[in-house]
């Protein structure tokens, strides 16, 4: 079995419906088991600011699909929940990224693991690093939470939930 971790954003609509409906569509997936769901961040817009504040989380999957099937998976949830690719970095019902998948290094041209500018992003690696803190960068070894503690601004806990109270909460 592999382990993945997964991005998700959303700031159009009613972001916390994307991201269950989202973290809903990967759980009844065949070959993908959600270990763990992450609590919901308020994250300032990074790289095109002029744009609504997003909320960020991470799933943790168990998963038989290979990297590729797991690309194809998730650009069919962006796409069943309404995503539309018109500003580069800009507003999105949902975006998904694949952050990790075991500690494979992954360089082709539609994928590249881990996700290029996973150490950068505040509202990628606070999530990340909540689901496990020893988690490094396959590619340099640096420890994420390391990293998680120097990129915490614009980054703020919105809802929590709870490791595996998560679906209960989400159904609330
Ligand atoms: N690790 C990855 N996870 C998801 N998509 C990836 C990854 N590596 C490369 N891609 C490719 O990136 C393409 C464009 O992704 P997308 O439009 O979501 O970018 P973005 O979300 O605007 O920007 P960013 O990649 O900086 O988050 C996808 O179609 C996919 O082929
Ligand atoms: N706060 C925040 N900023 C972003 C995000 C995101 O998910 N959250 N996604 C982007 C493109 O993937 C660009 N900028």
């Known amino acids: 079995m592999n382990r993945a971790y ?3 954003g959303s700031n159009i609509g009613d972001r916390l419906h994307y991201l269950q409906q989202a973290v809903q569509l990967l759980t009844v997936t065949e070959g993908i088991h959600v270990n763990q769901v992450s609590s919901v961040y308020e994250t ?3 790289g095109y600011v002029d744009q609504a504040a997003f909320l960020n989380m991470v799933v943790e ?31 999105r019902t949902l975006d998904l990224d ?3 998948y075991n500690e494979e ?9 881990p996700h290029p500018r996973m150490a950068e992003r505040g509202f990628v ?8 803190s020893d988690l490094v960068d396959p590619l340099n070894k640096q420890s994420l939470s390391k990293l998680a503690h120097i990129q915490k601004e614009g980054v703020h806990l919105w809802r929590t939930f709870d490791g595996v109270d998560a ?4 159904e609330s």
């Open 61 to 91: 999957l168990e998963t038989l699909l290979t990297p590729h099937e797991l690309l194809k998976k998730c650009n069919e949830i962006e796409t069943e929940l309404g995503r539309m690719r018109t500003i580069h970095w800009g507003p």
């Open 125 to 132: 690696l606070i999530p990340l690093v909540e689901l496990n």
């Open 98 to 100: 694949i952050l990790l």
């Open 167 to 170: 679906f209960v909460l989400f």
């Open 6 to 8: 997964i991005s998700l």
């Open 105 to 113: 290094n992954v360089n082709t041209k539609d994928l590249i693991i």
């Open 44 to 46: 300032d817009p990074v």
